[in-house]
């Protein structure tokens, strides 16, 4: 599996604000490269705190790269993949509509009743870790349905995880022009945050792109 992690931060490198609402860091030109990353992923995947935080769609908007993908023979969206150790999924997410498949990675601990109501409104429930999704196996069972390229969109939490399990293979960042601060805001990767070891990226590509700019790594 091939994972790719985008997101966008203010010049500051934060997601959004302290009360983690939504803010429009991207500008029209990145966020139609996101929906173009979208377009060419088998799975895309968020923390329950961006579902709770944003209720985001994860499908493609753009109607001929979903036709693209049909001709393709896929679904006209990718997967959406949600990890939720403690079962704060909403029952009406936007995630749980019929627009595409939906996989909840839960732990072990979740409630046989919130996984039946998960099922119940079409979603696959993975269960790894006691009370914490465990990432590395949660996600070879992905791959295993086929995923192949997995696209992270985020937030912090679920992103520092995915660097601390080694499941990153490449990082995007878009880097906007306005400064958001607050030391509780949601920057790229929180989790309790690497004292050594830390990750090392290879810089691939720096483009210009609206008023901002994008930033690409690979993952050593
Ligand atoms: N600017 C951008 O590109 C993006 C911004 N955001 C922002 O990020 C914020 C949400 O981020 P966070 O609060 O960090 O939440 P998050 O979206 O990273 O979700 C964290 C939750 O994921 C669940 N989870 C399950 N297994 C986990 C594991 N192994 N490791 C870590 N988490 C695991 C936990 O329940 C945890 O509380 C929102 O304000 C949202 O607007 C989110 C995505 C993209
Ligand atoms: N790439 C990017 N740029 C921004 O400026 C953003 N605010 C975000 N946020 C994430 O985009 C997703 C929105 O999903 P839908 O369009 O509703 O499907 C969601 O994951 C946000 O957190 N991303």
């Known amino acids: 599996m091939h994972v790719v992690v985008n997101a966008a931060m203010s010049?500051?490198?934060?997601?959004?604000?302290?009360?983690?609402?939504?803010?429009?860091i991207s500008g029209p030109d990145d966020f139609d490269r996101m929906d173009r990353l979208r377009a060419e992923s088998?799975?895309?995947?968020?923390?329950?705190?961006?579902?709770?935080?944003?209720?985001?769609?994860?499908?493609?908007?753009?109607a001929a790269r979903r036709a693209g993908r049909e001709e393709a023979g896929d679904p006209p969206n990718p997967a959406r993949v949600v990890a939720d150790s403690r079962v704060r999924t909403?029952?009406?997410?936007?995630?749980?509509?019929?627009?595409?498949?939906?996989?909840?990675?839960?732990?072990?601990?979740?409630?046989?009743?919130?996984?039946?109501?998960m099922e119940d409104a079409g979603a696959t429930v993975i269960a790894t870790g006691q009370d914490r999704v465990e990432l590395v196996t949660a996600l070879a069972k992905l791959e295993g349905d086929g995923v192949d390229q997995l696209m992270v969109e985020g937030g912090g939490e679920l992103i520092f995880s995915l660097f601390e399990e080694g499941l990153v293979d490449e990082l995007s960042v878009?880097?906007?022009?306005?400064?958001?601060?607050?030391?509780?805001?949601?920057?790229?990767?929180?989790?309790?945050?690497?004292?050594?070891?830390?990750?090392?990226?290879?810089?691939?590509?720096?483009?210009?792109?609206?008023d901002g700019v994008l930033l690409r790594w690979t993952v050593a």
């Open 11 to 24: 010049a500051d490198g934060k997601l959004s604000t302290r009360e983690r609402e939504q803010v429009a």
């Open 42 to 62: 088998d799975a895309v995947m968020v923390g329950v705190g961006t579902v709770i935080a944003d209720d985001p769609s994860l499908t493609v908007d753009d």
């Open 90 to 117: 909403p029952p009406d997410a936007t995630v749980l509509d019929d627009r595409a498949h939906t996989y909840l990675l839960v732990s072990q601990a979740a409630p046989p009743d919130f996984v039946e109501q």
């Open 174 to 210: 878009y880097v906007g022009s306005s400064v958001i601060g607050g030391r509780d805001a949601p920057t790229l990767a929180d989790g309790d945050g690497f004292v050594d070891s830390f990750p090392e990226l290879a810089l691939s590509d720096v483009e210009r792109i609206d």
